[in-house]
């Protein structure tokens, strides 16, 4: 059967028919081969062609880690870690899924405010690089060293005197929990000497979700040469500058994709001077979300169909405990319907309006707020777009008791 391109931004997607396609199955087929609803399904092949995609218009001499807090599904860790050049955990948990997953320790880097000492233990018994975030884990490095006879590889993450403008959720400028503040990074970086810690460099990282190449341009330019500054107060010379990252990918009307050339264009620039700089640095930047956002969607089930003082409301067999990103709560100030079809009518035209709830009772729960979308019944299912990053281990899935969402990478 001729296949067909779905609307808009979702173009990655095609469908047969009625029916959706991932990973060249259509949809009612996938969810029996599942077994239940929901599911996330994340397609390999959406995956692969991201990275390719990037590697064209990147620098070779830019290495691309993915920060797989975004999606850490052992299977799409273990699919990225051979795609990839490092992967960033955030966790003790998620550098156990990475080692499992075959990353190479030296590959992978380690952040996060408020590192337990047992992580930090963990971590360097496994050889991975440390972003440090505050004096304590300095002192406390120290002492694991020695007591490991493993000198801890670390780099210093810098919060920066600017901010990433236009970016969704700010992480860096002003007073912040993350890193230490470039003001002091000089007296932290005298101590990694005096304690004789394994210094590599730097990590910078502003914001996320920025669909702005200017912004994002701007913030790499002025994080390499904030790192440049503070590398003349570094005991040893700069083997790793991570640029941070910040890709968004486009989630409501009107948004439009991150234009990638400009930002491979000032990178290039940026790897050159850093030949001179920062002679035999890599050059690192770490994307969650655009690597993974795309590939992924969520499949839920329409059990009931309502009419409400004329609204129509779908009531599915999932929510905001599975997908909380898609509810609107997970950080978003206004609350803006995600992309969303119903995935075995893809051929029926968007023919009434319908708002799209989850089972739990909280009014919180909605997936899709007053959306046009083909006529739905019970047994039909509801697909959600963009959903491949900061859905299911960032949503709250014991609240309310329903069954846990089942992950598949096809
Ligand atoms: C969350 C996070 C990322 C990933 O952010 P995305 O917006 O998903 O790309 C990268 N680096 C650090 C330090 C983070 O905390």
Do not use: W
């Not at 966790?91 to 405010?113: N, Q, R, T, W, Y």
Request: charge should be neutral.
């Amino acid at each position: 059967m001729p296949t067909t391109p779905i609307h808009t931004t979702m173009n990655q997607f095609v469908a047969a028919g009625d029916e959706l396609l991932i990973g060249g199955l259509p949809i009612s087929r996938l969810a029996e081969r599942v077994g239940q609803t929901p599911f996330y399904a994340y397609d390999r092949e959406l995956l692969r062609s991201r990275v390719a995609e990037l590697r064209s218009t990147l620098p070779d001499r830019v290495k691309l880690h993915f920060a797989m807090k975004a999606n850490p599904m052992p299977a799409v860790v273990g699919y990225m870690a051979g795609l990839v050049d490092g992967i960033d955990v955030a966790s003790a948990g998620e550098l156990k899924i990475a080692l499992d997953a075959g990353a190479d320790p030296h590959e992978i880097s380690f952040a996060g405010p408020g590192k337990r000492i047992s992580e930090l233990r963990q971590a360097v018994a496994a050889g991975v690089l440390i972003n440090i975030e505050s004096f304590r884990e300095i002192d406390l490095l120290a002492g694991i060293s020695r007591e490991l006879g493993l000198p801890a590889r670390v780099a210093v993450r810098v919060n920066p005197d600017f901010e990433l403008k236009g970016s969704g959720m700010k992480m860096g400028g002003g007073p912040k929990q993350f890193g230490v503040d470039a003001e002091r990074v000089p007296e932290l970086l005298a101590k990694i000497g005096e304690l004789k810690l394994a210094f590599e460099g730097f990590h910078l990282f502003a914001g996320s979700q920025n669909l702005k190449a200017e912004s994002i341009c701007e913030a790499q330019q002025k994080s390499y040469e904030l790192a440049l500054a503070l590398s003349r107060h570094a005991p040893s010379p700069v083997s790793f500058l991570n640029l941070g990252g910040g890709f968004g990918i486009p989630y409501f009307p009107g948004e439009q994709r991150l234009d990638l050339t400009s930002i491979g264009k000032n990178l290039e620039q940026l790897s050159q001077s850093a030949k001179v700089d920062f002679p035999g640095a890599s050059l690192v930047i770490e994307l969650g979300r655009y690597l993974v956002g795309e590939a992924g969607i969520y499949v839920s089930k329409v059990v009931d169909r309502k009419i409400s003082r004329g609204q129509t409301f779908l009531v599915v067999d999932g929510g905001l405990n599975h997908h909380l990103s898609a509810s609107g709560n997970f950080g978003q100030v206004i609350r803006k319907n995600y992309p969303v079809a119903i995935g075995n009518r893809m051929n029926a035209g968007n023919n009434e309006t319908a708002s799209v709830v989850g089972p739990l009772c909280t009014p919180l729960d909605i997936l899709a707020d007053r959306m046009t979308l083909a006529v739905a019944e019970p047994g039909d299912l509801v697909v959600i777009f963009q959903s491949g990053a900061y859905g299911a281990s960032a949503s709250p899935q014991r609240f309310l008791g329903h069954p846990e969402v089942i992950e598949i990478l096809i």
